[in-house]
């Protein structure tokens, strides 16, 4: 599972190179960053590494998101993805981004996120967000 999880993570950023990026930290019990990229209008893939882990074992989550309210300054997304580490399971988020400046690259996002599998979790967490914009 760790090996398909890390071929998908290489995929995923060598198709970022060429695109536009969006960092996020995500505060809460379990901490993570993640860089993601939409792909046409509504569809927003993100890889996530757990932080506030040993470097020798990282929480690993690819999550398959999905914009359904996109406005200027808000999107709410919701997802589907899988989650390795500490915590195994599948993981599916809902979410709120926030982008409240003139300038639309800054913002901050609220995320609620059940995590089914070796035991069930409810996590939520805030943060800020980054797009890198041409």
């Known amino acids: 599972m760790k090996k398909t999880l890390l071929i998908l993570v290489f995929s995923l950023f060598s198709s970022l190179a060429f695109s536009q990026v969006t960092v996020s930290y995500h505060h809460g019990s379990l901490p993570f960053i993640g860089i993601n990229n939409q792909f046409g209008e509504r569809f927003v893939p993100e890889f996530r590494l757990g932080t506030n882990d040993f470097l020798t074992d990282f ?57 089914v599998g070796d035991f069930d979790y409810l996590r939520g967490t805030f943060g800020i967000r980054y797009r890198f914009i041409d």
Do not use: T
């Open 59 to 115: 929480d690993v989550e690819l999550v398959a998101n999905f914009l359904l309210m996109k406005k200027e300054s808000v999107e709410i997304y919701g997802g589907l993805g899988g989650r390795v580490g500490d915590i195994d399971g599948l993981v599916i988020p809902i979410g709120l981004n926030a982008f409240p400046f003139a300038r639309k690259d800054f913002g901050f996002h609220f995320e609620l996120a059940p995590l």
